[in-house]
């Protein structure tokens, strides 16, 4: 089965509605979706997310087209470790983190979903599952609601079933995050695990401060605290905390990730899809987290849903609210693993 054609499809429009966290402002829904083609007339795709920046999706589709694409033309489609490295190496002199990841991440996924549909079974299958169903929380609390608006929506996230919910923090001062936590945690119960997310917003010294603070309110974890990059801050904030710090959809690679195990500088691990490599890097850093006894948490949900059915660390798969139209439910909190060959999923955006 060898790959005959790699095409990429764009799309960049503004948000109806702009969500905020403590750094940034996501105003764009932006894809590229990128497509693999073999001579066996299988073909498999993947959709990589933007939320920001109109160029960002162009400038990943003609990177694909141009220089990725075309290095695989030709390869056995089964391959997908060799390919992935094969990429790597390509990219290495331009810098392979960053976008080229992005790229490398999305041919990853798609030929996953072609040897899913070759073999007419979900990718979960191919991994190994561990589980037929996952926990989820909904990530529903941004910045840019007022305290009403936080508390109507977390307690809609409630009324789905999700088992838990998380918010974003480090927006404005500390009494501010200490009055919105108090908010939501009086529609959604004491007993409901409460995520607080700061996206890399506080130096050292303030995320000790705040950490605390959060820790009193008996908060789940503390997500993003520092730059991402920053493993020696993280390591020596996780000696100063009893809430666990969960970090990792900003790292790159999986030599990124193992600084920080062996650090001890993360108690859960949140790989994403596009930053850490794939489908395939997720699932190799999940597996070393588990050598480390450390949870995993995916950032995002879609095809990643596939790597949290085959973990043995898994411990939620984050999503926003469940759509309008009652198509997808929950069971007991979970969410039930998809069916159809490939990676076909639900969309966590």
Known sequence: MKITKVTVQVTSEPKQHAIRDAIQLLDRNGRCDVTVETDAGISGTSSTYFGRVASSPPLLGALVTEQLGPAIIGQDATMIRH???????????????????FGISAIDQALWDLLGKSLGVPVWKLLGANRTAIPTYAMVGWLELDVPQLQDV????????????????????????????????AVIGDGVPLMVDANQAFDLAEAIRRGRAYSDLG??????????????????LAEKLDIPIATGENRYGQEQFRDLFVGGGVGVVQPDLRRAG???????IGLMAAGFGIPYASHGGGAHIHVLA?????????????????????????YPLPTEPGLSSWSAH
């Open 83 to 101: 390919i992935r490295d094969q990429l790597r190496t390509l990219t290495d002199y331009q810098g392979t983190a960053g976008l080229s990841t």
């Open 154 to 185: 977390c307690a809609r996230a409630m009324e789905q079933g999700f088992q838990g919910v998380k918010m974003k923090v480090g927006g404005g001062p500390l009494a501010e995050d200490l009055e919105r936590i108090g908010a939501v945690r």
């Open 219 to 236: 908060c789940r974890w503390f997500e993003e605290p520092l730059r991402a990059a920053d493993t020696a801050a993280h390591v020596r």
């Open 278 to 284: 794939g489908l395939t890097d997720c699932y190799e």
């Open 310 to 334: 085959a973990l043995p660390n898994t411990i939620y798969v984050e999503s926003g609210l469940l759509p309008a139209d009652g198509s997808v439910t929950l069971t007991d909190g979970c």
